[in-house]
């Protein structure tokens, strides 16, 4: 039977082992979502909303609100 200090050995090479491969996925989370966001601020800068998806929108709120009220029971 192998003494206590192979366990303690074992266990914190594991947890030294785990802490890396935790702060090495933490660091590819953070830098995939910095590039996702750098997408959206570029896809926003060459495509400006125009006057008409603006209303389309409007049109969209106005639509869930009747339904809402509609599921409230409220008559409009």
Do not use: C, Q
């Amino acid at each position: 039977m192998p003494d206590p200090s192979f366990y303690l050995m074992t266990a914190a090479f594991t947890l030294i082992g785990l802490t890396a491969v935790s702060l090495i996925a933490l660091r590819g989370w953070r830098d995939w979502i910095a590039l996702k966001t750098k997408e959206l601020d570029r896809h926003r800068e060459e495509n400006p909303p125009t006057a008409s998806s603006r209303i389309e929108v409007a049109d969209l709120k106005e639509r869930i609100r009747k339904l809402e009220a509609i599921a409230a029971g409220v008559e409009l």
